[in-house]
């Protein structure tokens, strides 16, 4: 069993900045990519950033230039500094690690964290 934990959430005034991270433990062998999605209130939920296991990012057009994602695969943690927040950043944000091996069962499984909240005001 793999368990991701994501961490970072709050309330934060629009133009201020926030860091998500997510920890990933169990008994893994190699995580593919990891990755931050997002669902606001009344939207469907959309993909934010991704970072493959090289370091590779790819961003969501409106986050692009203020949120950037990173990740530690020593400790197997994917962050994601969120800059020049606004209002319509506000939504919760989940944590996804995609085929993750453990030394136990080689067979990549994809997880899913159970989100942290951002709150983005005036």
């Known amino acids: 069993q793999v368990q991701l934990v994501e961490s970072g959430g709050g309330l934060v005034q629009a133009g201020g900045s926030l860091r998500l991270s997510c920890a990933a433990s169990?008994?893994?062998?190699?995580?593919?990519?990891m990755g931050w999605s997002r669902q606001a209130p009344g939207k469907q939920r959309e993909l934010v950033a991704a970072?493959?296991?090289?370091?590779?990012?790819n961003y969501a057009d409106s986050v692009k230039g203020r949120f950037t994602i990173s990740r530690d695969n020593v400790v197997n943690t994917v962050y994601l500094q969120m800059n020049s927040l606004k209002p319509e950043d506000t939504a919760v944000y989940y944590c996804?690690?995609?085929?993750?091996?453990?030394?136990?069962?080689?067979?990549?499984?994809?997880?899913w964290g159970k989100g942290t909240l951002v709150t983005v005001s005036e």
């Open positions: 169990g008994r893994i062998f190699s995580i593919n990519a």
């Open positions: 970072i493959t296991s090289g370091g590779s990012a």
């Open positions: 996804n690690a995609d085929r993750v091996v453990t030394t136990d069962f080689p067979v990549g499984i994809n997880y």
